[in-house]
């Protein structure tokens, strides 16, 4: 399996063992309240804020919630203002983490990242200096139960999509960022339920680790995961579902 879907396969994996850990509330609504400030509160015209609302639903949250977060950010209804920022960073065994962050408050983000990532055995990085282990793509994840592969396939190459991969529980369709959108549309159109969507940083390789390496990796995921002003994170970690399960 190449190596976005194998990430992204590690990555669902740890969500459902971690289902706590996964994205709260908080940091939906966060997401939620920048993409309206930044795009507009009409979700036809903002694909993040479409994408930020899919991911709300997913979760469960109430439509009030989700109402609000967008009036907060289109200036409706009072709110904070948040900065997003981005850290790079090597975590144990050689690996690299790219961390996006929404926050209120810029020095004590940086502070409390720097502090997770080397209590887990890792350091900050500059800027750029793990950025070009990542390629920016659109991926697309789709429930594999009851889908034609080959259907798919035809469906989303003709739509635009660079490459559709598999694992035992989903497709991933990968495009460039700018087809993100058309392809997606496509896909619905055409009747294909889709379960995320996302421009992600995808690693070109992957790192594997294991052991001790491995166990530092994972509480450093899992702190990142905690962190509330921490979105979203990517990372060229090769881990095996053993170790995710022995956490």
């Known amino acids: 399996m190449s190596g976005h879907s194998k990430w992204a396969t590690i990555k669902r994996k740890k969500e459902k063992t971690d289902s706590a850990r996964g994205r709260t509330f908080s940091k939906l609504i966060k997401e939620i309240t920048i993409a309206s400030r930044m795009s507009g509160g009409d979700e036809t015209g903002n694909p993040r804020l479409r994408a930020a609302v899919l991911a709300a639903k997913a979760a469960n949250m109430p439509a009030a919630n989700v109402d609000r977060a967008i009036k907060k950010g289109t200036g409706e209804l009072p709110g904070v203002s948040y900065e997003e920022i981005t850290y790079e960073a090597y975590g144990p065994g050689g690996t690299a983490f790219l961390i996006s962050c929404l926050t209120d408050n810029r ?7 720097r502090h997770i990532i080397g209590k887990c055995g890792g350091n ?5 200096a793990v950025g070009w282990m990542f390629t920016r793509l659109g991926q697309i994840t789709i429930p594999a139960e009851g889908v034609d592969e080959d259907e798919l396939m035809m469906q989303a190459l003709e739509a635009g999509a660079d490459d559709v991969g598999k694992d035992e529980e989903s497709f991933m369709v990968t495009t460039q960022p700018e087809n993100l959108e058309e392809v997606r549309q496509a896909l619905e159109n055409a009747g294909v339920e889709i379960e995320t969507y996302e421009v992600a940083m995808v690693p070109q390789t992957l790192v594997p680790v294991e052991g001790t390496q ?9 702190a990142l995961d905690d962190h509330d002003d921490v979105t979203q994170f990517w990372t060229n970690v090769d881990l095996n579902e053993e170790e995710l399960e022995d956490e």
């Open 124 to 128: 900050m990085a500059e800027s750029g």
């Open 107 to 113: 020095n004590r983000v940086v502070s409390e990242i």
């Open 214 to 222: 491995a166990k530092q990796v994972v509480r450093l995921m899992d």
